[in-house]
């Protein structure tokens, strides 16, 4: 998928999101401008994570899984593919966008 597909480490995201979105547009060769840059500093700034509340999810209920099959099942393929190949091909650093890729972002 080369460069239009950008993998995001989630904990990377909730831990450090300016850098995120930073390596984001490194990846996808884009320009992040100083205006767009604030503005989302001033939201994230506004916007805490859980600000109304954790969310509560039933997977078992709602979905007929465990938490267990979720870790187990749901990401194998996707794990298999590209976040191994990831992990041996680059060394993490600080502010990478990560090696585990719990979610992704397409350009």
Do not use: W
Not at 13 to 42: N, W
Not at 43 to 63: A, C, Q, S
Not at 70 to 88: C, R
Request: aromatic residues 10%; charged residues 30%.
């Amino acid at each position: 998928l080369g460069k239009s597909f950008c993998d995001v480490q989630f904990t990377q995201l909730c831990k450090d999101p300016m850098a995120v979105v930073r390596g984001i547009y490194r990846h996808f060769d884009k320009k992040l401008s100083p205006e767009a840059e604030r503005q989302m500093e001033t939201y994230l700034k506004n916007n805490k994570r859980f600000k109304h509340g954790k969310p509560l999810v039933d997977l078992e209920g709602t979905f007929g899984v465990t938490e267990r099959d979720m870790k187990l099942n749901a990401f194998v393929d996707y794990t298999k593919a590209f976040v191994m190949q990831k992990q041996q091909q680059q060394p993490t650093s600080p502010g990478a966008l990560g090696d585990e890729g719990e979610s992704a972002v397409k350009g």
